[in-house]
């Protein structure tokens, strides 16, 4: 570009009435604001527009993040509603039962680090307080195996939901 052109758009108003006869979205004016970035009264005119073009970007990203994060619960609430469900079916044996109720932890741990997006849903002190009862099960059975699965899947979901806590704090 020579220096007639440059001094041409760079003369004050020139820039904001051609930026204000293109669309928000458009990339053209943020190449006009590096066209032409070097010269502080043409940047300052432009400013507005570039701010408002990137607080529009911002937003989107915002509500893409959102409407992921919305496909996630629902997807790992789906999948504990079936657990529960299977759970409460389970008729005979009870360690049918706590292998479930082990599986179902087991998922709740691969999922970690997406937990945080079900602290609406899912209540810390229910989790420990029935991986608890889970391991007092296990014992009570004398299923050491079961009792290690079960321990250890407790020790995972604690540093879990201690790093929720903190995280949300």
Do not use: W
Not at 7 to 32: F, K, R
Not at 131 to 140: I, K, P, Q, S, V
Request: with cysteine; charged share 30%; hydrophobic share 35%.
């Amino acid at each position: 570009m020579t220096t007639t052109y440059m001094d041409l758009l760079t003369t004050p108003g020139i820039s904001t009435h051609i930026a204000s006869h293109l669309t928000d979205a458009d990339a053209t004016i943020e190449t006009l604001y590096k066209l032409v970035g070097h010269d502080s009264r043409t940047q300052h005119e432009l400013q507005p527009f570039v701010d408002a073009i990137r607080e529009k970007r911002k937003l989107k990203t915002l509500r893409n993040i959102k409407r992921r994060n919305r496909r996630r619960i629902k997807k790992m609430l789906t999948a504990l509603r079936a657990y529960i469900n299977e759970i409460e079916l389970v008729a005979g044996p009870k360690r049918k039962r706590i292998r479930l109720i082990l599986t179902m932890f087991e998922y709740l741990c691969s999922i970690k680090n997406d937990i945080s997006l079900l602290k609406n849903h899912l209540s810390a002190t229910t989790i420990m307080n029935t991986l608890d009862r889970l391991c007092a099960e296990a014992r009570g059975m004398r299923n050491t195996d079961l009792y290690t699965k079960a321990m250890e899947c407790k020790q995972q979901l604690v540093e879990i939901l201690r790093h929720k806590a903190t995280a949300s704090e």
